[in-house]
T-cell receptor, first 115, second 114 residues
Framework: ETGVTQTPRHLVMGMTNKKSLKCEQH?????MYWYKQSAKKPLELMFVYSLEERVENNSVPSRFSPECPNSSHLFLHLHTLQPEDSALYLCASSQVQSRSNQPQHFGDGTRLSIL | GQQLNQSPQSMFIQEGEDVSMNCTSS?????WLWYKQDPGEGPVLLIA?????ELTSNGRLTAQFGITRKDSFLNISASIPSDVGIYFCAGQLAGGTSYGKLTFGQGTILTVHP
């Protein structure tokens, strides 16, 4: 799918570095999500933004800092990460409505490796 | 919190065989979704189910929303090599306050031998 685009696709960083992951959706959706996907674990929801407001933070460490400047863009700012943060980070978007929600559409993820 | 149990964890089958996988939940969902993830890519939506008892097909794929709203299954008929990948079920609650959040199963890794 090309509706949700994530950059970079791969990122290697040291524990003291600061980097940002970017997500852009071209589907006109009003909600965006960050997930962490580690080997042999279900996708873990990290953050939810609805209409550019953060509505959920699933006990994510403060070394992960999300930003949603508008309904089409979502960032995940990273600093002083730990080796266990190495994973595939997936962005998704969907259209949230009062009575029903539409399925989420995912980007291809950023493969993050912490040295 | 809600948990989904997806089984089997992995399957090794011959090309042409049929495949069945399922998910069960400890609580009710309003929507069941099935995704497939290929290596190096994000999950892609295969089938969405919105009503209890609903049976929906997408080509060789068929999925059903369980009557109790606590389970769903996915069948793949006449498997082909490109069916290889990880299949995820996901449950979703309705309503604006749920913000479309998904609860995912652990995934079923499918390997198809030519």
């Amino acid at each position: 799918e090309t509706g949700v685009t994530q950059t970079p696709r791969h990122l290697v960083m040291g524990m003291t570095n600061k980097k940002s992951l970017k997500c852009e959706q071209h589907l006109g959706h009003n909600a965006m999500y960050w997930y962490k996907q580690s080997a042999k674990k279900p996708l873990e929801l990290m953050f939810v933004y609805s209409l550019e407001e953060r509505v959920e933070n699933n006990s994510v460490p403060s070394r992960f800092s999300p930003e949603c400047p508008n309904s089409s863009h979502l960032f995940l700012h990273l600093h002083t990460l730990q080796p266990e943060d190495s994973a595939l980070y997936l962005c998704a978007s969907s259209q949230v409505q009062s009575r029903s929600n539409q399925p989420q559409h995912f980007g291809d993820g950023t493969r993050l490796s912490i040295l | 919190g809600q948990q989904l149990n997806q089984s089997p964890q992995s399957m090794f089958i011959q090309e042409g065989e049929d495949v069945s996988m399922n998910c069960t939940s400890s609580s009710i969902f309003n929507t069941w979704l099935w995704y497939k993830q290929d290596p190096g890519e994000g999950p892609v939506l295969l089938i969405a189910l919105y009503k209890a008892g609903e049976l929906t097909s997408n080509g060789r794929l068929t999925a059903q929303f369980g009557i109790t709203r606590k389970d769903s299954f996915l069948n793949i008929s006449a498997s082909i090599p490109s069916d290889v990948g990880i299949y995820f079920c996901a449950g979703q609650l309705a309503g604006g306050t749920s913000y479309g959040k998904l609860t995912f199963g652990q995934g079923t890794i499918l390997t198809v031998h030519p």
